[in-house]
């Protein structure tokens, strides 16, 4: 579930890129809002895990979906961030 939030959020900071022109502030709040869902997906996996006391798959997953994370969450920032700097020149 993580990884579709985290697509959709760089899915529409890309569209917040593109539309930046109309002033389409819905994109850039879609992207943060997807972003925060990416953040609580994750750790609500992780947190099922450990209440099964999947301890294995914890050892053998987590390692690669935490940098899946940062990656989403740093792509998405960064998107946004070029939104906001053409916007305001």
Do not use: Q
């Not at 994750?42 to 987590?62: C, H, K, N, P």
Request: proline share 1%.
């Amino acid at each position: 579930m993580w990884l579709i939030f985290g697509g959709a959020a760089i899915i529409t900071a890309l569209l917040n890129i593109m539309n930046y022109k109309n002033r389409a502030d819905i994109f850039r709040f879609l992207s943060l809002a997807f972003t925060s869902l990416t953040v609580c997906a994750f750790y609500a996996d992780g947190a099922g895990r450990v209440i099964r006391e999947d301890w294995a798959s914890l050892m053998d997953t987590m390692p690669t979906i935490s940098k899946a994370l940062w990656i989403c969450v740093a792509l998405s920032i960064i998107i946004n961030s070029i939104s906001l700097i053409k916007f305001h020149r």
